[in-house]
């Protein structure tokens, strides 16, 4: 008894220095808040989360909505990854006949430049074999959708630029034209559109004067360029007005056999085509931002459930049945965070992760994300002997937003969102601040 009375004094000060080493570490991280005068200048959500022992770390705003960008993809990242198996559905068929008829999942592989190249490389497109080795006519169904080439809360002046590439229910390049040019030529790919562009000085084309080589018409695919300004060599995407018409045309002109369009669909049932694993589409949305990939993967998840191609369907499906749990109820509506309608809160972004951890083993989760200092977007951030955070970046005027992992020098795993909206000026010097507060928790936890 008289050993058990001694201890107890021992056992309640290493208890209490354990309370109090926990409370100033917290304590470190809200004076960097606090003191921060980049932070003090806009609205800043944050939440560090430590899973092991379910516990808020430290938190501020975390119940406040913000847009999010391109954290959004972690939403339908998750979808994703409870939805569709390891490999995408690249098309859907039925044989009748001599005849062959197909139509679209939502699959943006189909001759992806970055995914897919053409027969002789060392990597073909499954779709593109199947299709060009079919003894059958070919007969291209309209698919049924519920998009539109643009999502909702898109900025209208961006069709130009490569991270607008419209929305389709069987894309093809990408939905892109790849323009390489030099000082004395230039080609396009594919070389479908190379007719498509006109010759006209920098003064006379459709867009005000700027630092565009290449433009387009806002509703056609008229193209213009200027070769005055070949000075160097330039490799630009644009992306075409998409139809699926055009569609049928690219198609033919690829395999070098006829595609027809119809509108009804002659066999009851189809079988699927898969074409390319999912992980390289993950980590073409999460390394590199995609927001064409993001996009698209919400219309392949919607055909699991239907032949109409529906982004809304699928973002109600996956909030009412998938994400149903989380503290503060998403306002979701494109695959990408292009559109400023969305809103999430901090608190809400690492429940999500904490879904994503439970779904996918750790080592693929790592791979799939940025890695802070090494690869993506946070290649030049966050940087470690090795990689401490792991996370998704996102980004639009006056918006930037960080949310994943952090590993710990102790090999925990910590959770956090760093949301900032409404700042003015560059993002560096708030990058610069958050790496103050990772670094912090990296090493104090």
Not at 276 to 284: E, I, M
Request: aromatic share 14%; glycine share 6%.
């Amino acid at each position: 008894m008289k050993n058990r009375v001694s201890a107890f004094p021992t056992i309640y000060l290493l208890v209490c220095i354990i309370i109090l080493s926990v409370g100033c570490r917290s304590q470190q991280i809200g004076r960097t808040f606090r003191q921060s005068d980049v932070f003090s200048k806009h609205f800043t959500g944050f939440m560090l989360y430590n899973p092991e022992k379910q516990k808020i770390v430290y938190e501020q705003n975390s119940d406040k909505y913000f847009t999010p960008a391109s954290n959004t993809k972690l939403f339908t990242f998750y979808t994703s990854l409870k939805i569709l198996g390891d490999s995408i559905p690249g098309l859907k068929y039925g044989v009748s006949h001599d005849s062959l008829f197909f139509w679209g999942t939502g699959d943006p592989s189909l001759l992806h430049p970055d995914l897919i190249t053409l027969p002789g490389r060392t990597k073909q497109s499954r779709v593109y074999e199947f299709l060009r080795s079919r003894p059958e006519k070919l007969f291209y169904v309209a698919t049924p959708v519920k998009v539109t080439g643009f999502g909702p809360g898109w900025g209208w002046d961006d069709y130009n630029d490569y991270y607008s590439a419209e929305r389709a229910p069987m894309p093809i390049y990408g939905n892109i034209v790849r323009l390489k040019a030099t000082s004395v030529d230039w080609s396009a790919q594919p070389a479908f559109f190379k007719s498509y562009f006109v010759e006209k000085p920098l003064l006379q084309r459709l867009l005000p004067p700027s630092s565009y080589v290449f433009q387009r018409d806002p509703v056609s695919n008229l193209f213009t360029f200027d070769p005055s300004l070949f000075q160097k060599e330039i490799v630009h995407d644009m992306p075409f007005h998409y139809s699926e018409q055009l569609l049928t045309e690219i198609l033919s002109d690829t395999l070098h056999k006829a595609v027809n369009l119809i509108n009804r669909k002659p066999v009851k049932a189809g079988q699927t085509l898969y074409s390319v694993r999912a992980d390289s589409l993950y980590k073409k949305l999460m390394q590199e931002s995609d927001n064409f990939i993001a996009e698209q993967l919400l219309l392949i998840c919607a055909s699991q459930f239907s032949d109409t191609l529906s982004s809304d369907s699928i973002i109600a499906y996956s909030t009412h049945k998938l994400l149903n749990d989380l503290p503060d109820a998403p306002v979701w509506v494109d695959g990408s965070g292009l559109s400023r309608y969305n809103l999430f809160t901090p608190r809400s972004i690492v429940r999500l992760l904490q879904k994503i951890q439970a779904t996918i083993p750790q080592d693929r989760l790592f791979s799939i994300l940025p890695a802070g200092g090494q690869s993506g977007t946070i290649k030049n951030f966050y940087k470690g002997d090795t990689p401490y955070v792991f996370a998704k970046t996102g980004s639009l005027g006056n918006v930037h937003c960080l949310s994943g992992y952090i590993v710990t020098k102790k090999r925990k795993i910590l959770l956090f969102s760093f949301m900032h909206n409404n700042y003015t000026g560059s993002s560096t010097p708030i990058k610069e601040e958050m790496e103050k507060v990772l670094k912090l928790a990296r090493d104090k936890y």
